[in-house]
């Protein structure tokens, strides 16, 4: 009897490592939201398509104009130097730092147009028709009072530059274009790094910034920083990944340790004994391995969000074994099974709402509560099997079995006597005050709703100022409306 139980015991390992070797953690703001709102699928399809998830976007911040720009060429360059590091450094305008590359977008956007238009240009540059052409723009140069024309025309004298209006709204105005890196008074500017390799995980993404980060701190020293009343800002997917998953990480890591650490000290206090608190604290984080490889073997990937359900586990799963402890040191006379014939079908059903209230979660729309919803309910089902069947064995192992070895009760093991009236008054008092707070509050007035997407934001995060920052500098503080087409074929 006892080599089959060890044998089931060992059985539910097996899905438990399939589960843990499956499961992956999904930090990607996009994947919080709804995925049926078309709103949503069109921003993860721009991002698939036109935005670089290798980007990180650096802002830097001077007292003078002549500082930024030196601080910005120095940032880039430097990172330039780190080529298993950084693939390309952007600080200004291309056609102004590679004047050569100009001429292949020209060469693309001529290459777009219509037949009928680019058909003009093939008879323009005829050889039948050049000398005319040629003789045409030297009279303009010796006409034009415009000194861009007069520019332009010297250095293009078949005017391959003077696009169509049809593509005029795309090419570059030569020797403008730094309203995209500066800002009106050139104090502030943004740089562009696009990491080497791929950023899959969180902690690439982590790692590459810290990386990155180095080298800026090692180009423009803190000290000169300072000095020079520079700052510095990090945003991009890179700094938001990093930032929301390690931000979840210390939350949950806080959590399930504070969490842990007032279950003992309340243990303590109420039993004063060492080995069932012990035993309860690894049965609890048992039970929180089990269900995040339960969760991996489900879900395959598992949402940041959704690992909030390690402190609600952890509190519900502890009610279910003071139960039974409390029952066994209450009835010294029963024997552990005895306990839990008594105790079970009162867990079983406590489990089952609770399980039940969780899964609702899983009606809404955001798939971060969706998939809390679901580990809670895995994690109670858990939890309320481990309590029942392996948490008093261990503690009364001379009591497994009916009538064998029962100890008598003690002064220590008593269950308390009756609750005393000040008791009694005192929580009555008690509950009427929070009765009447509560009254007061509602009358006051509702509490306010928000209907944002705020509440998805990370308190204090560095990566959402600098982007704010960016918005207020470079003019950019109205949010654009994206068209996106997509289709078969080009």
Not at 161 to 181: D, I, K, N, V
Not at 199 to 204: G, H, P
């Amino acid at each position: 009897m006892k080599l089959a139980r060890c044998s089931l015991w060992l059985l539910a390992l097996v899905p438990i490592a399939l589960g843990l070797a499956r499961l992956r953690f999904d930090v990607e703001v996009l994947n919080l939201l709804p995925p049926a709102a078309p709103a949503v699928q069109g921003l993860k399809i721009y991002q698939q398509n036109f935005a670089n998830a290798r980007e990180l976007i650096l802002s830097v911040r001077a007292r003078d104009a002549e500082t930024a720009e030196a601080t910005a060429s120095a940032i880039a360059t430097g990172l330039r130097r780190e080529t298993n590091l950084v693939s390309q450094v952007t600080w200004q305008p291309p056609w102004l730092e590679r004047p050569a590359e100009a001429a292949e977008l020209i060469a693309y956007l001529w290459l777009n147009q219509p037949p009928v238009i680019f058909g003009q240009l093939t008879n323009r540059l005829a050889a039948t028709n050049l000398d005319a052409l040629l003789t045409a723009t030297r009279n303009e140069l010796a006409t034009s009072m415009s000194p861009g024309d007069l520019a332009r025309l010297s250095y293009d004298p078949f005017g391959l530059t003077r696009l169509p209006e049809s593509a005029s709204g795309s090419a570059p105005r030569f020797g403008e274009g730094q309203e995209m890196f500066a800002s009106a008074d050139g104090t502030f500017r943004i740089l562009f790094v696009r990491a080497h390799t791929d950023l899959a995980t969180y902690r690439e993404c982590a790692h590459w910034l810290e990386a990155a980060k180095r080298v800026v701190n090692e180009t423009v020293p803190p000290a000169k920083q300072s000095s020079s009343a520079v700052s510095l800002g990090y945003t991009g997917r890179p700094a938001f990944v990093a930032e929301i998953a390690g931000g979840m990480e210390r939350d949950v890591t806080l959590s399930v340790g504070g969490t842990s650490l007032i279950i003992a000290t309340l243990f303590w206090f109420a039993h004063r004994r060492w080995k069932p608190m012990l035993w309860l604290l690894a049965l609890l984080a048992l039970i929180l391995a089990g269900t995040l490889a339960l969760g991996g073997l489900l879900f395959g990937t598992i949402n940041v969000v959704s690992m909030g359900f390690a402190a609600i586990l952890l509190g519900l799963a502890v009610d279910y074994a003071v139960v039974h402890y409390q029952e066994a040191l209450a009835h010294l006379d029963l024997s552990v099974p005895e306990v839990r014939r008594a105790i079970a079908p009162s867990i079983f059903w406590a489990a089952v709402t609770t399980i039940t209230a969780f899964l609702v979660l899983n009606f809404g729309g955001l798939p971060g509560l969706a998939q809390l919803g679901s580990l809670v309910g895995i994690g109670v089902a858990l939890s309320a099997l481990v309590m029942i069947f392996a948490f008093l064995p261990p503690l009364f192992p001379d009591r497994r079995r009916r009538g064998q070895n029962v100890v008598p009760a003690t002064r220590e093991s008593r269950p308390p006597g009756p609750v005393g009236l000040i008791h009694m008054r005192a929580v009555s008092a008690g509950t009427a005050a929070l009765f009447l707070a509560a009254m007061i509050t509602l009358l006051s007035g509702r509490p306010r709703m928000d209907a944002t997407a705020n509440a998805l934001r990370p308190r204090n995060s560095p990566a959402y100022s600098a982007l704010e920052e960016i918005k207020l500098q470079l003019n950019q503080k109205r949010e654009p409306l994206w068209l996106i087409v997509e289709g078969q074929n080009e």
